[in-house]
């Protein structure tokens, strides 16, 4: 079946900008996780949802990030007046059930984003 | 936090060699899983062993964990080209799942 699909695969913005980044997950999987890793380095995670509940945004590095989950199934994370310290790459991540992380996560192929 | 740190954090064998990479942790878990990246993009998820197993295997891949110690080691025997990426353990537990800085492997043929 299909697996998690994110776009855009790349995105160059310039600084201050605002920026859109989109996630399906895979079907029926109620758990959904962004992550951020710069160059060389491991995953930053970001915020989860899990279900109907409140998402976890302990990660989120500032309040110019921002994330929803529409009908419990697509993600869109939003960076406003983006930085070039937000150069990165997003990873979005979804599992079934938990987001305790009892269940393996499904990566996608993540965005590129440049922020010049 | 209960971050997992992998050792070494890079590592270069032979082709047909083992590759052993280790990972720490802070608190207690539930499970611990072994995650592997290409290129920078997407993981792919290994092997998840939990906190009640000390030994698991799946194909050329055998992980243990000890918790009395909170460390866990993947092994990877008669290791191909194609195994090189990094490697990356993460752990679970009452917070989502956190990821260590991974391991570099490259495998020489």
């Known amino acids: 079946g299909a697996g998690v699909s994110q776009s855009p695969s790349n995105k160059v913005t310039e600084k201050g900008k605002d920026v859109e980044l989109r996630c399906d997950p895979i079907s029926g999987h109620t758990a959904l996780y962004w992550y951020r890793q710069s160059l060389g380095q491991g995953l930053e995670f970001l915020i989860y949802?899990?279900?109907?509940?409140?998402?976890?945004k302990s990660g989120l590095p500032s309040d110019r990030f921002s994330a929803e989950r529409t009908g419990g199934s697509v993600s869109t994370l939003t960076i406003q007046r983006t930085q070039q310290e937000d150069s990165a790459v997003y990873l979005c991540a979804s599992s079934l059930n938990s987001g305790q992380g009892f269940y393996e996560q499904y990566f996608g192929p993540g965005t590129r984003l440049t922020v010049t | 936090s209960q971050q997992g740190e992998e050792d070494p954090q890079a590592l270069s064998i032979q082709e047909g060699e083992n590759a052993t990479m280790n990972c720490s942790y802070k608190?207690?878990?539930?499970?611990l899983q072994w995650y592997r990246q290409n290129s920078g993009r997407g993981l792919v998820h290994l092997i998840l062993i939990r906190s009640n197993e000390r030994e698991k295997h799946s194909g050329r891949l055998r992980v243990t964990l000890d918790t009395s110690k909170k460390s866990s080691s993947l092994l990877i025997t008669a290791s191909r080209a194609a195994d090189t990426a990094s490697y990356f353990c993460a752990t679970a537990g009452h917070t989502p799942l956190v990821f260590g800085k991974g391991t570099r492997l490259s495998v020489i043929a």
């Open positions: 949802f899990q279900g109907n509940s409140a998402p976890d």
């Open positions: 608190t207690s878990i539930n499970n």
